[in-house]
């Protein structure tokens, strides 16, 4: 048995050789109440990848204020800024709510700025996405997700997780009961590091465009040219 993860098969899982630096991993999530099943989710999904050789923070989106109902230098923002600025990959879990993911959990996405300069600071990064659900399965956070992940520029991988009726599948101490749908966490994380691995030292390269390269000239010609002139 491997400690703190119970539910792992020593036999089968298979750790990835890592010759550089743990990848950094940032995980988000989508809800605030005390028995939070998508932090849950999050929290099962942090202690795999440290067992996979990463480094993990998780944000705690308590405190975050709405988009633009507060400026860049509150605390949680820069908090949330920092850690994504930091990252290398990203996980994101949420609950559906009214058929879709949470206002908590898009206020934290809406808060990352979509471009410093001409890139993105998420482009590039990796990207899972895993949702919760109270009632029968369904794929409509992560569907969302994914759309925003492919906006934000981000390489998000082809595996996902969606945990129907999560208020059977964790006990009372909120870790996660083995399941098929535990297994599929397992799945998930694997593959988010071997995306991370494959693409983190080529990341630049898979993400360059010529749009940004040519709004860059522009943007430092104009500088240049300020400075010429005073």
């Avoid at 975050?64 to 820069?78: E, I, N, S, W, Y």
């Avoid at 600025?85 to 990352?112: C, Y």
Wanted: with cysteine; aromatic share 8%; charged share 25%.
């Amino acid at each position: 048995m491997i400690p703190d993860l119970p539910n792992l098969d020593p036999d089968l899982v298979r750790r990835p050789q890592i010759d550089g630096p743990p990848p950094r991993i940032l995980l988000l999530y989508g809800s605030l109440r005390e028995r939070s099943f998508s932090r849950f989710a999050a929290e099962e999904a942090a202690r795999l990848l440290r067992h996979f050789g990463c480094e993990t923070r998780i944000f705690n989106p308590s405190g975050l204020p709405l988009p633009d109902d507060a400026g860049t230098d509150h605390p949680k923002v820069r908090e949330l800024r920092d850690l994504c600025r930091w990252s290398e990959g990203q996980v994101w879990s949420s609950p559906e709510r009214h058929g879709a993911m949470t206002g908590i959990m898009k206020a934290q996405i809406d808060w990352i700025p979509l471009s410093e300069g001409a890139v993105r600071p998420t482009q590039g990064k990796t990207l899972a996405v895993m949702q919760v659900s109270g009632g029968s399965q369904s794929f409509n956070s992560v569907n969302q997700m994914r759309v925003l992940g492919r906006w934000m520029r981000m390489i998000t991988i082809p595996n996902q997780s969606s945990v129907p009726k999560a208020w059977q599948e964790f006990n009372d101490q909120g870790r996660m009961r083995p399941s098929p749908f535990y297994d599929r966490i397992v799945d998930v994380m694997e593959e988010l590091v071997k995306f991370t691995l494959l693409t983190r030292d080529i990341s630049g390269y898979l993400t360059d465009r010529y749009s940004e390269r040519k709004e860059s000239a522009a943007e430092l010609s104009r500088r240049v040219n300020q400075s010429a002139a005073t």
